[in-house]
Structure formats: C-alpha cells, structure tokens
C-alpha cells in the first residue's frame, strides 16, 4: 500500500521573489513547509543566483505548471563586456579577455539578430541532459561537450541601461527554455568583445509579475500560520491563457471521473484546449470537440 503524504489539501499559486543563494527547489520545499501543504512545484527554474519571479504552485495547481512554464517571461540582467567565463555567468572563471568595447548604438544593432526565432546553444554548466547525464555535472568534472542548439522566440530585447563602457543592462521578453546566460555570451561574441551575465533578475512570468510577491523572509515569519494562506492566489491563475467554458454540475461530475461532457463553449473551435469552470471553480483542462470537452486533466478539490 502506498504511504499517504503528509500535509495540507491546499491549492494554488504563492508568488515569491526569489533572493540570490537559493536554488529554486530550496524555494519550493520552504514555501510547502510554511504552507504545510502535500504538494508544491514551481513554474520554471531560476539559477540560484537569479533573483525575481518564482511562482509556485501547490496542490492541483501543480497541473497547471506547464501552462505558465510555456508563457512568454521578461528578465533584466546586466552583461559584463570585455570577458568570457566558462559558466557565462560571474560565478565561473575568466577564460577570454578583450580590451573592445562597443559604442551603444552598436549594443542596438547586434541586439537585432537575437530577436523573433532563433537557435540557441545552451551554457556547458546547465542542466540540460548529454546522454543521460547533465551537462554541469560533466562540465564540473572539466569535459568539454558540443551541446545542440535550440529554438528560442525573442519577443523583445532591449538596452535599457549602459553605467559604463563595461556594462550594459538589457530587458527581454522571451518563451520557453530560454537561457540569458546564453544571450550574454553570445551577444559578446558577434560584438567581438566576449561577455558574461552578472545579475539576472525574472520580472513577469505569464499572469504573474512581481506586485504583491513575498520575499522568503516573510515566508519564514508568515509560516504555518493562517495569514499565509490570504497570500494565495487561485489555482484558475494558471489557466488564463486558455479558453474557458462552463458546465453544470452533472457535466462536472463526468469530467472530474475523466469522461467527456457537454459544456457551453462561445468562441472555442473544434479541437482547441481550453479549461471547464462550475461556479468559476476548474473543474478540467482538456479538448472541446462537438459541444463537449474531453478532459486530459482534473482537479479534485
């Protein structure tokens, strides 16, 4: 018999901004603590040297990850110009140097390239997977690995601060698997001067941005008291970006057992995804075809 898990039945959206030190899944298991919660995940990893947006969801709100992992972020982070790191972050060591130095309109300009689709090759200290194995575990051992690129959609890149001939501060916007580290190192390279990011801070994430969000230090004051949970925001935040239809209460009770059923659909096509609300509460997330929706996902409440 499996062992039941302890805690919480609760469910939603706690939005921390996340201080400098602390891994994202250190965030998670803090919050779940102070929540006393069974379950929680995050929304898209920041290193641990990021700062800004973490959006963590608890209980079935956790179904709802993929939705905000999928949205459109925007990030500031300050690029030191003149050198490469072998992390393309501060935290590695110096492996380039170059005394160029480009002007701010030529910042503009190569900033143009990494703009709308483009390949992106991830950093060697990341966690993507190279035959099973991440590649900062590989890089740590000091194994050099050609990584493949991937597409990126920028959907905005901008300078928006330059405090010195070694610096420049820039914004973007950007969709799933982006790396920032990644941006800096290779704008560096098409200026011909190398360079590394310094600071990253995540701004918005989908619905969520940074209004109203708690540091860990009020999490930590706040914890397993009832004031905590005035701070939650509804599980349906995830699902904004869907498409919604309402159903009554025996549709409701079909979909929660995984069965199609006849919703009120208004401007939903045949095929699209979109989520099912009784009295403004989800009920699933699935695909309405014919005047019905055919669940993928329930929430059980």
Known sequence: MARKRKGRDISGWLVIDKPAGLTSTAVVNKVRWAMQAKKA???????????????????????????????????EFTVRLGQSTNTDDAEGEVIAQSD????????????????????????????????????????????????????????????????????????????????????????GAALGCHGHVVSLRRLWSGPFDLDGALTMDEVEKLAQDPALDAHLRPLEVGLVDLPCVTCPAESA?????????????????????????MDGEAVAVGRYKSGELHPSRVFVR
């Open 41 to 75: 995940g995050h929304a898209g990893t920041l290193d641990p040297e990021a700062t800004g947006l973490l959006a963590v969801a608890l209980g079935e709100a956790t179904k709802t990850v993929p939705y905000i992992t999928d949205a459109l972020k925007a990030y």
């Open 253 to 277: 009770a079909r979909l929660r057992n995984g069965n199609p059923a006849l919703v009120l659909a208004s401007g939903v096509e045949y095929g699209d995804e979109c989520w099912a609300a």
């Open 100 to 187: 160029a130095r480009p002007t701010d309109d030529d910042i503009k300009d190569a900033l143009s390239g990494f703009v709308g689709d483009i390949m992106q090759v991830p950093p060697q200290f990341s966690a993507v997977k190279i035959d099973g194995e991440r590649a900062y575990k590989r890089a740590r051992d000091g194994e050099e690995m050609e990584i493949e690129a991937r597409p990126l959609w920028v959907e905005e890149l901008l300078l928006t601060d330059r405090p010195d001939a070694d610096t420049a501060v820039l914004e973007m916007t950007c969709g799933k698997g982006g790396y920032v580290r990644s941006i800096a190192r290779d704008l």
